[in-house]
């Protein structure tokens, strides 16, 4: 009984927190539902015969495109980039956010991203750098946080990627959105607050 009891509680709470993923992103810029019958989940994730390569039930094609990652003579990351920039979770972005994969390739449509801001393309060089690991960074940087301190609902380590704490979209972004927090990011930066998580200034 205690075991049936358990497992009853483990689908309810695994149910609350996949209606609070839908709940958060109903209504904004990643809810396409409307080119998919009302189907909310489904440009990124499949029950059924999802790609095996990619967690969690990935249901996009991902993009092959080379990446120019972000560079310059003040990066104290420079020496630590990954070979791939979009290592991990950037890779799914930019499954629809670098502009040559159609964000409804799953079910063999043909649409593009947009333009404007939601279009990164693959030269990411004016963007936030990604792909470099955190720590050493951290290391090299005075003005740059230990990877301990306080970052949305957790800390900044709980953000990175693998076991060389790489820095990815994932990292100030949550897909699935943030209730009440705008551009899918992690936590408000009104008084530039998300970018302080990080950054002393």
Request: charged share 10%; aromatic share 6%; hydrophobic share 40%.
């Amino acid at each position: 009984m205690k075991t049936t009891g358990t497992i009853l509680l483990a689908i309810l709470l695994s149910l609350g927190f996949a209606v609070t993923s839908f709940a958060a992103i109903a209504g904004t810029a990643h809810d396409l539902s409307y080119l998919a019958n009302d189907q909310i989940c489904v440009y990124c994730h499949t029950p059924h015969n999802a790609d095996s390569t990619v967690e969690p039930l990935w249901n996009a094609d991902l993009s092959t495109a080379t990446f120019t990652a972000y560079t310059s003579s003040t990066f104290d990351g420079s020496a630590t980039m990954d070979a791939d920039p979009v290592i991990g979770p950037s890779r799914l972005c930019m499954s629809c956010h670098d502009g040559t994969v159609a964000i409804d390739s799953a079910i063999g449509g043909t649409t593009s991203i947009g333009t404007g801001g939601a279009l990164l393309g693959v030269d990411l060089t004016n963007d936030h750098p990604i792909g470099f690991n955190y720590n050493a960074a951290q290391g090299l940087d005075a003005e740059i946080q230990p990877s301990t301190a306080v970052l949305g609902s957790g800390v900044i380590s709980d953000f990175l990627f693998g076991a060389n704490n790489i820095m990815t979209c994932a990292s100030c972004h949550d897909v699935h959105g943030v209730t009440g927090v705008g551009q899918f990011l992690l936590e408000d930066n009104a008084g530039s607050a998300l970018c302080l998580r990080c950054h002393i200034k």
